[in-house]
């Protein structure tokens, strides 16, 4: 079970990512598994500030969280990112980043209703982005390239926040993540 990881949780804002992947750093924390989650808002408020939202920006706040998730996973740790990265090319330059140190790279595609992704908007940001107060808005003025071949897939609005978690628990047990007696509970 040293196996250093990356769980990459990729989808247009409000989808879950950060929900989700705190939830599974902190039940990785119960098994004694350290992992340290890098949500994209934070990245954009220290290591990425400098980043503003064309797509060659986009793909170095990428590239960036990449190069922070594989430190992490080098040392047998797990890397969980929570991060828009709306662009396939960019995802995949951080996949091969992340396997090419010989860690485990999982992406998990969040979807939603675009109702949904409304109603869970506690900033109002699609509002905004809808009434063109806000430019380059993923989804909405700025594309998002659904990942093909994703290692899974979750419906957060179909899927309660529990039944995500038993899904991707079980998809770190079969990939040794976790151990098999490892519970999801915590």
Request: overall charge negative; charged content about 25%.
């Amino acid at each position: 079970m040293d196996v250093g990881a990356v769980l990459w949780f990729t989808g247009v804002p409000c989808s879950g990512k950060t929900t989700l992947a705190q939830t599974v750093a902190g039940r990785l924390l119960t098994t004694g598994r350290r992992a340290r989650v890098l949500d994209g808002d934070e990245l954009r408020a220290s290591t990425s500030s400098d980043l503003g939202f064309s797509k060659q920006d986009r793909d170095a706040n990428v590239t960036r969280a990449a190069s922070l998730a594989t430190s992490v996973a080098i040392s047998g740790d797990v890397a969980l990112v929570a991060l828009v990265s709306p662009y396939a090319e960019a995802r995949h330059r951080a996949r091969l980043h992340v396997q090419g140190v010989g860690a485990q790279f999982i992406e998990i595609f969040l979807d939603a209703a675009p109702a949904v992704l409304v109603n869970r908007d506690r900033k109002d940001l699609y509002k905004r982005a809808i009434a063109g107060e806000i430019p380059c808005f993923t989804g909405i003025s700025d594309p998002y390239e659904i990942p093909h071949d994703p290692d899974l897939t979750l419906r957060t609005d179909q899927q309660s926040i529990d039944e995500c978690i038993v899904t991707i628990w079980s998809v770190l047990q079969k990939r040794g993540v976790v151990g098999g007696c490892d519970s999801v509970l915590a």
